[in-house]
């Protein structure tokens, strides 16, 4: 099936650092969604992007849905030990079904005090 | 509370012996999905439903059945379950499909 390459694998930073991780596809995506995982719990969706060059925020979270709609960032600006989890970006390909949602295989974020 | 609600959180079973997972949201949501997460390959997409009586196979369906016979609940139903099903499930549910799901806390599954 479809897959979404989502990069870096694993992070491991001081406290303070930003943080910058991306995803792409093969195909065009008309919806990208950016969620956290906490050890233990269901993922929680914190960035949603419909528009391409659509730039959000959340915070200290800023998203991008890429210009050629391949693709999406998230950027963590002054990362806190409480940012510590699974980043998985998440898309929805133009012309397919709403209800199927792909994922990416995560980014593991590790936060140094 | 708004939630989705999976039971149970953990089980244990062995080779071939049928069991249900079930799953129930209290938001009105049109759509469920149920997803599968194993380590290194993220989560991936088992079946969804866009409203009562419709689903979809998702990426890795095989194995696996479900049902939406009212709007708030959406089981996973493992026929014969086999040791290459052990993982973490969780179902998920949304208003619309691409303003993004709402996930439940996970069900441990063990097929021994």
């Known amino acids: 099936g479809q897959q979404l390459n989502q990069s870096p694998q694993s992070m491991f930073i001081q406290e303070g650092e930003d943080v910058s991780m991306n995803c792409t596809s093969s195909?065009?995506?008309?919806?990208w969604l950016w969620y956290k995982q906490d050890p233990g719990e269901g993922p929680v969706l914190l960035i949603a992007?419909?528009?391409?060059?659509e730039l959000t925020s959340n915070g200290r979270l800023t998203a991008q849905f890429g210009i050629t709609r391949k693709d999406s960032f998230l950027n963590i600006s002054a990362s806190i030990p409480s940012d510590v989890g699974i980043y998985f970006c998440a898309g929805m390909n133009y012309g397919g079904s709403q209800g199927n949602l792909i994922f990416g295989k995560g980014t593991k974020l590790s936060v140094k005090p | 509370e708004a939630q989705v609600t999976q039971n149970p959180r953990y089980l244990i079973t062995v080779t071939g012996k049928k069991l249900t997972v079930t799953c129930s949201q209290n938001?009105?949501?049109?759509?469920m999905s149920w997803y599968r997460q194993d380590p290194g390959l993220g989560l991936r997409q088992i079946y969804y439903?866009?409203?009562?009586?419709?689903?979809d196979k998702g990426d890795v369906p095989e194995g696996y059945k479900v049902s939406r016979k009212e709007k708030r609940n959406f089981p996973l139903i493992l026929e014969s379950p086999s040791p290459n099903q052990t993982s973490l499930y969780f179902c998920?549910?949304?208003?619309?499909?691409?303003?993004?799901?709402?996930f439940g806390s996970g069900t441990r599954l063990t097929v021994v």
């Open positions: 195909s065009i995506f008309n919806t």
């Open positions: 998920a549910s949304s208003f619309r499909g691409a303003d993004g799901y709402t």
């Open positions: 938001m009105n949501h049109e759509y």
């Open positions: 439903s866009m409203n009562v009586e419709v689903t």
């Open positions: 992007l419909y528009k391409a060059g």
